[in-house]
């Protein structure tokens, strides 16, 4: 199964109108975009807390990273340059860090809030190489646009 975005745009929209909680819409959104899809190994957010600190927010899947610094990884480098990061290969991204032994693809978005400013990363892990394409890349960075940047 692949996620139908349109659908999932709508579904989510539904669920967390009204809601300005961040941590709440944060596990609304990773539940649901988690279990639209099966290439979605481990979907979840990465809050900043600090300065160059992000830490682990909510999420569906195994255990993650509990902190990982903005110079470290492919989180981290979402955090740093407010870019996303589509990597088709881990261990070919440097300094990636592995939270979890079978991931193998990774997409991670960063999360802006109404004035722009970087909130969290929302990471998406993938046992399959090379699992993610721009197609998703810019649909989850509507929803995501939709639900905190509102």
């Known amino acids: 199964m ?8 709508k579904t989510i929209a539904a669920l967390t109108e009204g809601e300005t909680d961040e941590v709440a819409l944060m596990a609304t959104v990773a539940c649901e975009v988690h279990h639209s899809d099966d290439r979605f190994d481990w979907t979840g957010f990465y809050r ?4 160059e600190v992000l830490k682990i927010g909510p999420y569906q ?3 993650g990273c509990l902190v990982i610094p903005f110079e470290r990884g492919v989180c981290g480098a979402a955090a740093r340059t407010a870019q ?3 990597v088709p290969d881990v261990d070919a991204f440097p ?13 991670v978005l960063p999360v802006r ?4 400013d970087v909130i969290a990363v929302f990471d ?4 399959q190489p090379d699992a993610f394409t721009e197609d ?3 649909a989850l960075g509507s929803i995501l646009a939709g639900v905190f940047a509102r």
């Open 48 to 51: 900043v807390t600090e300065p």
């Open 124 to 127: 998406i892990d993938s046992d």
């Open 113 to 116: 809030d109404a004035n722009g």
């Open 61 to 63: 899947g195994g255990h």
């Open 136 to 138: 998703d890349a810019v």
């Open 2 to 9: 692949t996620a139908d975005y349109d659908t999932l745009a």
């Open 95 to 107: 300094g990636h860090i592995a939270c979890a032994s079978s991931t193998r693809s990774e997409l």
């Open 84 to 86: 996303i990061q589509l």
